[in-house]
């Protein structure tokens, strides 16, 4: 997809708005995020515009994940205090999406930042009710992607 100009990761890609970036490679890049949950907060993008899951390629995520791991590492070593690493990644506006260019939220972690995901009070469901969902979610699965084939 080509870049979208209304878009703030695209403008921030193509050198049109600042950021502090760790790294650009090839596929995607890594820059702060400029409102941190937390000191160190990293964006993961690809350098296309994507936006959202759908759009996303094996590939293109495989290099997302593998940026995020090496952002991991350095927050790890270069955050005082940091003690864990939390990925988040949002798809769609209900699921907390506010920028619409695919995007993974790499945090550092310690024990008393104050920051975490809070789990909604809710009744265990039953191995019937826990079978009856993995089947309707069976049915609904996409066919895996092939890799194209090697030349």
Sequence with gaps: MPPNPDCIFCKIIAGRAEASFLFREAKVA????????LPGHTLVVPRRHVTGLAELTPDLGGHMLAAGRRVAAALRLGIPGCEGVNFF????????????????????RAAADGFGIRRP???PPSREELEAQ???LRTSLPAPRRAAARR
């Design 30 to 37: 890594a820059f702060l995020d400029v409102f941190p949950w």
């Design 89 to 108: 990644l949002a798809d769609g506006a209900v699921a907390g999406q506010t920028v619409f260019h695919c995007h993974l939220h790499v945090l550092p």
């Design 121 to 123: 009070a809710v009744r």
């Design 134 to 136: 993995a089947t309707r």
